[in-house]
């Protein structure tokens, strides 16, 4: 008898093992002549060498699997050990799975033209407003690049405080002040990862989230760094971030310039960088519209109701 062991790396055993560990005990019940136990992220397999060495291979399928779907099912399980590939949907636009195995997508062409820019380009600028999912899409293009080791970190940032970053007036420690700001942030990689791998991530800084203050003075290589409502940097703000950029990195940088907070007579670093740096080579600008908002069809139709009160009671007033 032969014994070896496997580490389930970068994934989250809990999804690999199954509730009440009924996916280890399927795997069991298909290798009678193993023995399998499991502890932490580690598999122990003992026994016959031939079921041992397919097993070693289809544990690593299995965990491949849990790695770029964020989930397996039973179903999945046999169809490996049988020798099929499990049914997922891998259409074209499909970037990552989210924590419930659903694929996240490109919608539309504006989309499309990010993934393309992102895939493309070094720097990418993706400008639009709210409810067009540029920044949604540039943390799945930026988990995606993790995942398959095309960088070493993500690095995640906003302008602490749109009205003024005045921190200070805040009660509670640096980490408390800023985390309402990044909240947006966090929602959408919470959405991807499974909870305890993100943890693990970010308590190893393989992910980090911070103000665009704390990105002064350093160099960010090896990696993929997103910049989010950058309409509410100044000038030197956004110049200080863009020249942060190190070697084997990308940089998105995301913005809705019909929603900026900076005050009246200060120009908006970001529009003044599109103007500059538009053209460059190396350097993507996608605009993303109306057109490219993705809405509960609920709201569409409230909005709708809402236009023809405004528009009912305009038509009343002028005729008043």
Do not use: W
């Given at each position: 008898?032969?014994?070896?062991?496997?580490?389930?790396?970068?994934?989250?055993?809990?999804?690999?093992?199954?509730?009440?560990?009924?996916?280890?005990?399927?795997i069991?019940?298909?290798?009678p002549?193993?023995r399998?136990?499991?502890?932490?992220?580690?598999?122990?397999?003992?026994?016959d060498?031939?079921?041992?060495?397919?097993?070693?291979?289809?544990?690593?399928?299995?965990r491949?699997?849990?790695l770029?779907y964020?989930?397996?099912?039973?179903?999945?399980?046999?169809?490996?050990?049988k020798g099929?590939?499990?049914?997922v949907?891998?259409?074209?636009?499909?970037?990552?799975?989210?924590i419930?195995?659903?694929?996240?997508?490109?919608r539309g062409?504006?989309?499309r033209?990010l993934?393309?820019?992102?895939?493309?380009?070094?720097?990418?600028?993706?400008?639009?407003?709210?409810?067009?999912?540029?920044?949604?899409?540039s943390?799945?293009?930026?988990?995606?690049t993790?995942?398959?080791?095309?960088?070493?970190?993500?690095?995640?940032?906003?302008?602490?405080?749109?009205?003024g970053?005045?921190?200070?007036?805040?009660?509670?420690?640096?980490?408390?002040?800023?985390?309402p700001?990044l909240?947006?942030l966090y929602?959408?990689?919470?959405?991807?990862?499974?909870?305890?791998?993100?943890?693990?991530m970010?308590?190893?800084?393989v992910?980090?989230?911070?103000?665009?203050?704390?990105?002064?003075?350093?160099?960010?290589?090896?990696?993929?760094v997103?910049?989010?409502?950058?309409?509410?940097?100044?000038?030197?703000?956004?110049?200080?971030?863009?020249?942060?950029?190190?070697?084997?990195?990308?940089?998105?940088?995301?913005?809705?310039?019909?929603q900026i907070?900076?005050?009246?007579?200060?120009?908006?670093?970001l529009?003044?960088?599109?103007?500059?740096?538009?053209?460059?080579?190396?350097?993507?600008v996608v605009?993303?519209g109306?057109?490219?908002?993705?809405?509960?069809k609920?709201v569409?139709?409230?909005?709708?109701?809402?236009?023809a009160y405004?528009?009912?009671?305009?038509?009343?007033?002028?005729?008043?």
């Amino acid at each position: 008898m032969i014994e070896k062991h496997i580490v389930l790396e970068d994934i989250d055993p809990v999804v690999f093992y199954g509730a009440n560990n009924s996916h280890l005990l399927m795997i069991k019940s298909l290798f009678p002549k193993l023995r399998v136990a499991a502890r932490d992220n580690v598999i122990r397999l003992l026994g016959d060498e031939e079921q041992m060495a397919k097993a070693e291979e289809d544990i690593e399928t299995m965990r491949k699997h849990v790695l770029k779907y964020n989930q397996l099912g039973e179903e999945d399980i046999l169809d490996i050990i049988k020798g099929r590939q499990p049914k997922v949907d891998e259409g074209r636009d499909v970037l990552v799975y989210n924590i419930s195995g659903k694929p996240i997508k490109s919608r539309g062409e504006n989309q499309r033209k990010l993934v393309e820019a992102y895939e493309n380009n070094d720097m990418v600028f993706a400008i639009g407003p709210a409810g067009t999912g540029k920044t949604y899409l540039s943390i799945a293009l930026a988990v995606k690049t993790l995942k398959e080791k095309g960088a070493r970190k993500l690095i995640l940032s906003r302008p602490a405080v749109e009205a003024g970053e005045k921190l200070g007036f805040l009660p509670g420690d640096m980490k408390e002040k800023i985390d309402p700001y990044l909240q947006p942030l966090y929602d959408a990689l919470e959405d991807m990862l499974p909870a305890i791998k993100l943890q693990d991530m970010m308590d190893k800084h393989v992910i980090q989230i911070a103000p665009l203050a704390f990105m002064r003075g350093r160099t960010l290589n090896d990696a993929v760094v997103i910049l989010d409502e950058a309409q509410n940097t100044t000038p030197q703000q956004i110049r200080m971030f863009l020249t942060r950029m190190g070697t084997n990195s990308k940089m998105i940088i995301t913005g809705d310039l019909t929603q900026i907070d900076l005050p009246h007579n200060q120009t908006c670093g970001l529009k003044e960088a599109i103007s500059i740096l538009e053209g460059v080579k190396g350097i993507g600008v996608v605009r993303l519209g109306e057109k490219d908002i993705v809405r509960h069809k609920l709201v569409t139709r409230i909005v709708n109701a809402y236009d023809a009160y405004d528009k009912k009671r305009t038509n009343k007033n002028i005729a008043k």
